[in-house]
């Protein structure tokens, strides 16, 4: 590697006895600040030390001789084949122009989702909306983005946008989005989620389970502008149908590079679609309008293509104007106020929704897209059009799908074909709390639950046939059996033992207290039911 170049021109005799040999092909690792000090040099003052830089997973850095770090990945490369090629044939083409039309229409034919695919999100869909219902039993649930447009990559996200029949303020958004990330970690959706609570619009993101599909989704609350803009976006769709075709070959180009989500500092698919729609309506070449109206009959794809890549590469004036789509136009930044003295290069795009937004603002790694619609023009323009040594494949110098994709899309046929993807839904459908039931709350007692049994020795409402003679209620008599036999004691209820039989069938006997002596309550019963006979006793 080019970081190591500077260690070949060190003299191998002249290396410090001190030096510890580096493990594999690494350099050997520098002397230790002891043994300077026991050569007698006095140790150097203590450096202020930077902040370490922010590393892709699986990553590592080595210090050269320089001081600076040479950066290398552990992980291998992952390759990309170009499998659209062998739709077309050995056809001769008049010009590269006309191939690489071809190729862009073979592209976006395989790129296009499947049966298989087109079931297994509908699906996926329609179950996390059922889960979103148990928490908000009135809300619905909508597509909006490239699925709404059936215009995504097979690897690429779902958006997914509820709409609650009153609003929330913003703390209760993130509390109901977080309640829904735990609703989908416990009904099995997902095993992983993440709630992007401090974004613009806040989301939740996950990907489904492998028997799900392993599906990207992401879901917002309430995020209106998302859902008006479908209509809008799919009549341009229609009017212009050159523009769906350089929509999926330019979300390719940015998703091979990593340049395609705005959460990452790069362009959404919003943002592009705005910028194609501008380079269609502005039309900077001056090409033709069945070039735009009709690209299958004319055959001008990979011109557009061209002429895109051109555009906004070295010709849009990024320091002084702004992308309006709304008006068919490139505006100047001072009429919104939208100059950065910071960035003067900055991508501004105004939303048709809201035309205070910009859409182009999170875009901050927009010289780096520059310079891949640079390289990408120069690579396709550099292709050896003229007997070639192999078979044609000019889009597959700048474009390709990675080993990845390839086994997403094995997946899913496999899921779909195997079963495995309907009794997933059916486990998610019947797992969780019930339908009705706020997440987190425990369910009302079933009705299989058994009260406490009566008291045996209740006491009545009063009934003249339920009470003996003195007004006492009168003691039900003991079981019988059939053949008139009295019954024999079983376990009473909660494993009590027995009540023991009564000792005869009428009321209590008299003087029997609870600890087995006379007691009180039975002279004050005799004097209530007999009171001359309480008065012979005194006198």
């Not at 002397?31 to 150097?44: M, V, Y």
Request: aromatic share 6%.
């Amino acid at each position: 590697m080019c970081a190591y170049s500077s260690l070949a021109s060190l003299d191998a005799n002249t290396e410090p006895a001190s030096t510890v040999a580096g493990p594999s092909s690494l350099p050997a690792r520098p002397p230790s600040q002891n043994a300077l000090n026991t050569q007698g040099t006095r140790p150097d003052a203590k450096r202020k030390r930077r902040p370490k830089r922010k590393r892709a997973p699986g990553s590592e850095t080595n210090a050269t001789e320089d001081g600076g770090e040479a950066a290398h990945s552990d992980v291998p490369e992952e390759t990309y084949s170009t499998p659209w090629i062998d739709t077309l044939g050995q056809t001769a083409y008049e010009s590269k122009a006309q191939r690489l039309h071809d190729e862009i229409v073979a592209f976006f034919e395989y790129a296009a989702p499947t049966p298989d695919e087109r079931h297994a999100r509908a699906t996926v869909i329609a179950q996390v909306a059922q889960v979103v219902r148990r928490r908000l039993a009135t809300a619905s649930v909508d597509t909006f983005g490239s699925v709404a447009q059936d215009l995504y990559l097979p690897d690429g996200d779902t958006d997914l946008v509820i709409t609650t029949p009153h609003t929330y303020d913003d703390e209760t958004k993130k509390r109901v989005l977080f309640q829904l990330a735990a609703l989908m970690r416990n009904t099995g959706v997902t095993d992983r989620v993440l709630v992007v609570a401090h974004a613009r619009v806040p989301v939740i993101s996950f990907q489904t389970a492998p028997d799900l599909g392993s599906l990207k989704i992401d879901i917002s609350l309430n995020a209106a502008d998302g859902l008006r803009a479908v209509p809008i976006l799919r009549d341009y769709f229609k009017r212009m149908p050159a523009l769906r075709f350089l929509v999926l070959t330019l979300k390719s180009l940015l998703s091979r590079h990593g340049l395609n989500s705005a959460s990452s500092s790069g362009l959404s698919s919003y943002g592009l679609i705005c910028l194609a729609i501008s380079f269609l309506q502005l039309n900077p070449a001056g090409r033709p309008a069945a070039y735009i109206e009709r690209p299958l009959e004319s055959e001008s794809l990979g011109v557009l293509l061209m002429d895109f890549l051109k555009y906004y590469a070295d010709e849009f004036p990024y320091e002084t104007s702004y992308v309006s789509v709304a008006q068919g136009k490139v505006l100047p930044k001072e009429e919104k106020g939208w100059e950065n003295a910071s960035r003067p290069e900055s991508l501004c795009i105004e939303c048709l929704m809201n035309p205070e937004n910009d859409v182009g603002r999170p875009t901050s790694k927009i010289r780096t897209i520059r310079a891949l619609f640079r390289e990408t023009h120069s690579l396709l323009e550099a292709y050896p059009f003229d007997a070639p040594p192999g078979p044609l494949n000019v889009l597959g110098t700048v474009l390709g799908v990675s080993e990845s994709t390839l086994a997403h899309r094995a997946l899913i046929k496999e899921v779909v074909t195997s079963g495995r993807l309907t009794m997933a839904l059916h486990r998610v459908q019947n797992s969780g709390p019930p339908a009705g039931v706020p997440s987190g709350r425990r369910p009302p007692p079933s009705s299989a639950q058994q009260p406490y049994p009566p008291r045996q020795y209740s006491r009545t409402n009063g009934n003249a046939d339920s009470r003996d003679g003195k007004g006492l209620p009168r003691r039900p008599p003991p079981p019988t059996a059939e053949g008139g036999g009295q019954v024999s004691a079983r376990p009473g209820a909660h494993g009590l033992p027995a009540r023991p039989p009564p000792p005869e069938a009428g009321y209590p006997q008299r003087g029997a207290g609870r600890g087995g002596g006379p007691t009180s309550g039975g002279r004050l019963l005799d004097r209530i039911s007999d009171p001359q006979a309480s008065k012979r006793r005194r006198g």
